[in-house]
């Protein structure tokens, strides 16, 4: 009697639990429906009373757009146009300023500007805000209506009205259009580092940096020739997820690389490491900073949670969301937030960023540190050498004064270099400390 009597109070609890539950989902659509209904009463009010004629297509498009971007900054729906010129964009070659922009406060904010382009050129900078395109406001206008007033044909000129924090004011910035060529990675050789610039993650990132980096290796003479290699990510907005998770399998044996989340618990995924390491294990720090976003973050992140790198610089964007891109009828497409990503320690970066292990910030160079620098070097002074008569260094012989000579004109550069870029300068430095200091035994 106990047993059954328990069996009729759970059948009669699970009954009074459901019964709300199905009148609460009952209710829910149905309001869904009225809300529909309501959507249709206005789009027919539009076409019948609005002042002028509207055309229905832009309309419902106008709709699906305000519906997509009332959900974060990076969904969107992409017209026909918008779509084709994304997937030219992921092959590495298409027209325009070479800005990657998101929404912030109803303003178009720089995320970075992309080396060699027109805007990396006219002096954009990541955080500036666009506030007026050739005088006329973006304040109200969707991110993609933003994009469409800043395209235009190759060799047109565009007025952009910037605000940058630490400028009193706002001021203009005139750009040519022109068509944007790619370089996914920049491979050059600072002394005994090789720096690998990786502008974006796009098809091309992958084996452009294992051709630029064997080539580098070559001229070296091998790889014991390398001291290390730096990383550099600043101002890469990001790009394809695939790209970012194989540069970063590019230097790391085992191990968790990225795992994404989704709505659904089974929809998550987890993406590890394959054995093999281009740099044959040696040290590599990466830089980043507030322009470095997304698939930067990725590997940034990856590369710190394993300890094979030292992360330095700036705190980096913080955009640790998947966006996926989905096929509609009519050529055109939806991108939609599907998922966020976490770090092989299981943080996810969104609105946080990767923190750098070693804050070094970028100095701005203005017309007073300039003057100050022209100065200095006129003011170099005299030595030993310089005096008319002065005896030689007798106690060194030919090879090792040549070898003095050798180490003063590489520190020479190292310093040039700090004027000229003092992050890639201190990682270069935190580099040659590292090889000082030996194989840990």
């Known amino acids: ?72 900054p990076h969904s969107s729906y992409l017209k026909p146009d918008d779509a084709a010129s ?11 300023l070479g800005i990657e922009v998101t929404q912030e406060e109803g303003f178009v904010k720089v995320v970075s500007p992309i080396d060699g382009t027109p805007a990396d050129e006219a002096g954009m900078e990541a955080g500036d805000f666009i506030t007026h395109v050739d005088g006329e406001s973006v304040l109200g206008l969707g991110l993609n209506e933003a ?25 203009d910035v005139s750009i040519i259009r022109d068509t944007i060529k790619l370089t996914a990675v920049r491979a050059r050789t600072e002394g005994e580092t090789v720096v690998l610039r990786i502008t974006t993650f796009n098809r091309q990132t992958t084996p452009n940096l294992v051709s630029g980096l064997q080539e580098q290796i070559e001229e070296a003479g091998g ?19 695939t790209e970012a998770i194989s540069v970063a399998d590019s230097f790391l044996d085992s191990g968790e690389i990225v795992s994404t989340r989704g ?38 992140g990856a590369l710190q949670d394993h300890r094979r790198a030292i992360v330095v610089g700036s705190k980096s964007f913080g955009k640790g969301s998947v966006q996926t891109v989905m096929p509609l009828r009519g050529n055109g497409a939806m991108r939609l937030t599907t998922a966020r990503y976490y770090t092989p320690s299981g943080r996810s970066i969104q609105a946080l960023g990767v923190s750098p292990d070693i804050v ?14 022209e100065e200095s070097a006129a003011r170099r002074t005299r030595t ?37 870029d003092y992050q890639l300068a201190y990682a270069i430095d935190i580099l040659k400390g590292l090889v000082a200091l030996g194989p840990k035994q």
Not at 87 to 94: A, I, K, L, S, Y
Not at 363 to 371: H, I, Y
């Open 263 to 300: 709505r659904n618990p089974e929809d998550g995924e987890r993406f590890n490491a394959t054995p093999g390491d281009l740099s044959g294990g040696k040290p590599i720090v990466v830089l980043i900073n507030g322009g470095s976003a997304s698939a930067s973050e990725i590997v940034a």
């Open 147 to 171: 994009v469409d007033l800043m395209r235009g044909p190759v060799g047109s000129e565009i007025v952009i009205t910037v605000v940058r924090e630490g400028e009193g004011e706002p001021f």
């Open 223 to 241: 790889i014991d020739k390398v001291s290390g290699i730096v990383l550099d990510l600043r101002n890469n907005p990001g790009g394809l997820l």
């Open 384 to 420: 030993e050498a310089d005096l008319r008569g002065s005896l030689n260094n007798d106690s060194l012989t030919e090879d090792e004064i040549r070898q003095i000579k050798e180490d003063r004109e590489r520190a020479e550069k190292a310093a040039a270099l700090r004027e000229q």
């Open 1 to 72: 009697m106990a047993a059954i009597g328990g069996t009729l109070a759970g059948i009669v609890a699970t009954t009074y639990v459901a019964g709300p539950l199905l009148a609460q989902e009952t209710d829910r659509e149905a309001t869904v429906y009225e809300q529909l209904d309501l959507f249709g009463d206005i789009f027919e009010r539009i076409r019948a009373q609005y002042v002028e004629e509207v055309d229905e297509k832009e309309l419902i498009e106008a709709a699906i757009g305000g519906m997509l971007s009332s959900l974060d």
């Open 86 to 96: 994304m997937q030219v964009q992921t092959r590495g070659e298409f027209g325009g």
């Open 360 to 373: 070094v910030e970028q100095p701005r160079r203005t017309a007073e540190t300039e003057e100050a620098e």
